[in-house]
């Protein structure tokens, strides 16, 4: 294989178990990864492999800061893999499909792996298209999940790191569009399959609070200026809508307020063609 491949791995250091397999799943593949990283987000790190460089950040840096910190020692890599540290790869192939998909299609940005647990089961909330019924029904998309996941060094390049004021939440999306803006393809790809174990979102006052503050982000950044009141408008009803926790529901709109006052990177709207094609795809930014 001509694409040399790089992995990295986020963990605060409450999986030893789940990661240790992860690393085995990882040695077990047909073909190797040309680097490992196991960035350490604020935490020490257990004794890894001889082949896996190991990286302690004196402070947890969230999920954009840890990643950008591994991004850091994957420079000379074709294309970099993100893994949860609690996931696991079932199959020996997952490496080499993932090299034969890049080296197939220069124009391929991001692929995105399928979630399921133990018992092979898709959550809804696992499938990047707003139509979920079918998690086995991949192709082009408009994002892609945190947990298992490729990104064409070429494309990184291009369009910058993770947006280190996001720290978690919607993280994915930014890099998602600004990808698509840029003319790469983002791709869903069921036959990658990381097993996770089976969870649910957390909902406590800082999830809710980086949530909302988030999404205001992401129309800061990208959305042209039409579509910004249009974005927000929409997830304000949804939130008020689905939530029945008043500490939350509070906690959300703080965060929305939050998003408005403070720095969140630069302003670079996406082009009405993208807007375009994101609507060709299934899901218009608007929700």
């Known amino acids: 294989m001509g694409v040399k491949l790089g992995v990295a791995i986020l963990t605060m250091g409450t999986r030893p178990k789940e990661l240790a397999e992860l690393l085995a799943s990882l040695e077990m593949q047909t ?116 947990g298992g996941h490729a990104l064409s060094s070429k494309m990184l390049e291009q369009v910058g790191d993770w947006p280190d004021a996001f720290f978690f939440a919607h993280e994915e999306t930014d890099m998602a569009w600004r990808a698509l803006d840029a003319g790469w393809r983002v ?10 174990p089976r969870t649910s979102p957390t909902r406590h006052s800082f999830f809710y609070r980086v949530n909302a503050r988030n999404r205001v982000y992401l129309a800061r950044r990208h959305l042209p200026a039409l579509l910004v009141p249009v974005y927000l408008g929409v997830w304000v009803a949804l939130t008020v809508a689905r939530t029945r926790d008043m500490a939350g529901l509070k906690a959300w709109f703080a965060g929305f307020t939050e998003g408005w006052r403070t720095p969140c990177g630069r302003r670079k709207p996406m082009r009405w063609r993208t807007v375009w094609t994101m609507t060709r795809l299934g899901r218009p930014p608007i929700i």
């Open 31 to 146: 073909v190797k990864a040309a680097k490992v990283v196991v960035v350490g987000n604020g935490c020490g790190l257990p004794e890894l492999p001889s082949w896996a460089d190991g990286v302690e950040l004196a402070e947890n840096l969230g999920v954009t800061g840890g990643r950008n910190a591994a991004l850091d020692h994957l420079r000379d890599v074709d294309v970099v893999i993100d893994l949860d540290d609690d996931g696991l790869l079932v199959a020996d192939d997952v490496l080499v499909r993932i090299a034969t998909l890049y080296e197939g299609d220069p124009g391929l940005g991001i692929v995105g792996f399928r979630i399921a647990d133990e018992t092979g089961v898709t959550q809804r909330r696992h499938v990047p298209r707003l139509r979920a019924g079918d998690p086995m029904r991949g192709g082009e998309v408009t994002g892609f999940l945190g």
């Open 187 to 196: 791709l869903y790809v069921p036959e990658l399959l990381l097993q996770h």
